[in-house]
């Protein structure tokens, strides 16, 4: 049985294993131990799928910006979300995705964006965030960069570019 909670101090090592893990590079696990120390950083939206006693998966959610001229609206950024290896393909990255955009909109939350798997995401809601006006401030495939509006017209002619917090750009 898979439970999901708010991450611990205690578990930050963990974490950083279960990213390196997931992916090719050590780029995730490093921005997540980056963000902790960021004005970004949601304590309440960083998520653990524990199996057991044991955590198994990881998901982030932080505070990103819609940047229009000198216009700047907070949304959130889902990034990045991991699975270990062993534990991929059993229901438990969306497992975290659901619970994390629950526990976005409870928090009020109403826009979440993500540079992601195009194939993956949009069974939570997400669609093309080009669609909607929105833009990155690097270059990724348009079907890989998405938004997903937690409350009916929450973007409400919000449009722009994503700025994203230093830790990102950091080692990459």
Do not use: W
């Amino acid at each position: 049985m898979i439970t999901i909670r708010a991450e611990q101090p205690g578990d930050y090592k963990k974490i950083h294993d279960i990213n390196q893990a997931a992916f090719t590079e050590e780029f995730e696990a490093r921005l997540v131990d980056s963000l902790r120390t960021s004005p970004a950083y949601i304590p309440e939206l960083s998520l653990v799928a524990m199996q057991d006693d044991e955590i198994v998966g990881h998901i982030l959610l932080s505070t990103v910006h819609v940047e229009e001229g000198a216009k700047r609206t907070p949304v959130i950024s889902l990034a990045p979300m991991a699975v270990l290896p062993k534990y991929q393909n059993r229901g438990i990255g969306s497992m975290l995705v659901r619970e994390g955009l629950r526990r976005c909109k409870e928090m009020g939350h109403g826009v979440v964006v993500l540079v992601g798997h195009a194939n993956y995401y949009p069974r939570f809601g997400f669609s093309p965030a080009k669609d909607r006006g929105l833009s990155l401030p690097f270059e990724a495939p348009d079907e890989a960069f998405m938004v997903c509006e937690l409350v009916p017209n929450a973007l409400g002619g919000i449009t722009g570019t994503i700025v994203y917090p230093p830790e990102f750009s950091e080692g990459a």
